[in-house]
């Protein structure tokens, strides 16, 4: 009970909400799907209220016998995600509406999603790693095949397919580094090279069990399925995929290279060659893009790109980098898909050229879904402009080393800015747009003002935040 109290608290309640979820599919009758998700955002407010009750201080603070720790670090990505979780939920209103006889099936599974990713942020060793990273998977799976329109059960089984090939390499990866070592957990494995010389075979189960997390990020070359999932999935289907999942997989690469990266020669070098080639493939390919979800699945590849390319560096400043720029894509990213909901639920615009002359239109959203693209792109004055200048400085002061690699990255965060570019010159060209904005959903308004306040917000208040983050990954 003390573990469950000091460490455990939000996860078990999440827990406790998603039973009662899967409960209540079996009970309920179809006129109560309103009732689900405020179950939901309950559950959501109940575990992220319980991060005030958790024991914190400087050291890691384990449980179920080390399998589980707690420290500054969980505790920021754990009350990331369940904020992002809290939006997403709101942002599935029509979604739910149009199959409300599945309601309280589509939060079980959304709720255990968030579940394994608290959980993948926390765990100690591989196994439990591997664990919460393929149930976050299948999660995710289930969550595509919820429309069961041709299109979306196509495209999900190919994520399935690509997804298990993902975690065959991991098992592969893992079964070499337990036969060098003989152990599982990340301290055990950090403490046995730390007395024995590495080898090169350590470098190579780093790479395939790396490869997993690569999958879940769109990082090159397991990339090819975050267009054609997207474009085939609902929109908060999609949201959640581009936020969630990335929480997780960030925190656990950034544990993870915290420990092996002393005792590897070279993998620095190889996954900032394959940011970078991340950053300019998807951002050359997002500016061919006229369909608003391909373009934003290569948003999201272009992001983890630049993401990826500061965990290279691996210092408490390029760390602390990292953090800040995760923080402020969060904000942006929920805050663009809660536009592009609003404007699908009401008149379906799927298109940038369906977009045209929407300013004249609804001139307050456009100014906010503007804001929120901005942000994505890395202009001021928005937060976007301080994370990418953080993390891009964070890079240039590792050396001389890493500055080809910068220079690439940053040719290809300008291209992206094209791409963003079409689609808010579309809204703002002189033309007639007979399109009707539905202004009664209040929960869509609601995520983008506050998402495009924030980008601003962030942005003024951004030295605070960073000492935030600094010190999180201090206590890393």
Not at 467 to 473: A, K, M, P
């Amino acid at each position: 009970m003390k573990d469950l109290f000091n460490v455990y608290l939000p996860e078990f309640i999440i827990i406790l909400f998603t039973l009662f979820n899967m409960s209540a599919a079996f009970f309920a009758k179809k006129n109560h799907y309103k009732f689900s998700k405020g179950v939901t955002l309950c559950g959501i407010v109940f575990a992220l209220s319980s991060t005030l009750f958790l024991e914190i201080s400087t050291d890691n603070i384990f449980a179920f016998r080390g399998e589980f720790v707690s420290n500054i670090y969980t505790l920021f990505f754990k009350i990331l995600i369940l904020i992002s979780a809290f939006f997403l939920t709101l942002l599935s209103r029509n979604l739910l509406k149009a199959k409300r006889d599945r309601a309280f099936e589509y939060f079980t599974v959304f709720l255990a999603g968030v579940l394994f990713a608290m959980c993948a942020v926390s765990v100690t060793d591989f196994i439990s790693m591997f664990v919460s990273l393929a149930s976050l998977s299948i999660c995710s799976y289930l969550l595509l095949t919820y429309t069961k329109s041709a299109n979306a059960t196509q495209l999900s089984f190919g994520y399935l397919v690509i997804s298990s090939v993902a975690a065959a390499l991991f098992l592969l990866g893992l079964s070499y580094l337990y036969g060098l070592c003989g152990e599982f957990g990340f301290w055990q494995v950090s403490d046995y090279f730390s007395a024995n010389p590495p080898q090169v075979l350590l470098t190579f189960s780093l790479i395939l069990i790396i490869s997993a997390i690569w999958f879940k990020l769109g990082i090159v070359p397991f990339s090819s399925w975050l267009p054609d999932t997207f474009a085939g999935a609902g929109y908060p289907i999609a949201a959640y995929i581009s936020s969630i999942p990335p929480l997780a997989c960030f925190g656990v690469l950034a544990r993870l290279l915290m420990i092996m990266l002393p005792f590897t020669s070279g993998l620095r070098l190889t996954f900032a060659f394959l940011a970078v080639v991340t950053v300019v493939c998807a951002s050359l390919c997002a500016i061919r893009q006229n369909n608003i979800k391909r373009l934003m699945a290569y948003s999201m590849s272009v992001q983890s790109g630049i993401m990826l390319l500061g965990l290279c560096v691996f210092s408490v400043y390029s760390l602390s980098s990292v953090l800040f720029y995760i923080f402020c894509y969060i904000f942006a990213n929920i805050g663009a898909w809660a536009a592009l909901i609003l404007f699908f639920n009401s008149s379906g615009l799927e298109d940038v050229d369906d977009f045209r002359g929407l300013i004249y239109h609804r001139p307050y959203y456009v100014i906010a879904f503007t804001l929120v693209l901005i942000s994505l792109a890395g202009i001021a004055p928005t937060c976007g402009f301080v994370a990418k200048l953080y993390l891009f400085s964070a890079v240039a002061r590792s050396g001389f080393l890493f500055l080809p690699y910068l220079v690439v990255a940053m040719l290809g965060s300008v291209v992206m800015i094209f791409a963003y570019w079409k689609l808010i010159r579309a809204m703002f060209r002189r033309v007639e747009n007979t399109a009707l904005i539905d202004t009664s959903v209040m929960s869509s308004k609601f995520i983008l003002y506050a998402c495009a306040f924030a980008s601003i917000f962030c942005c003024i208040f951004a030295d605070k935040i960073i000492q935030l983050c600094q010190l999180v990954s201090y206590y890393m």
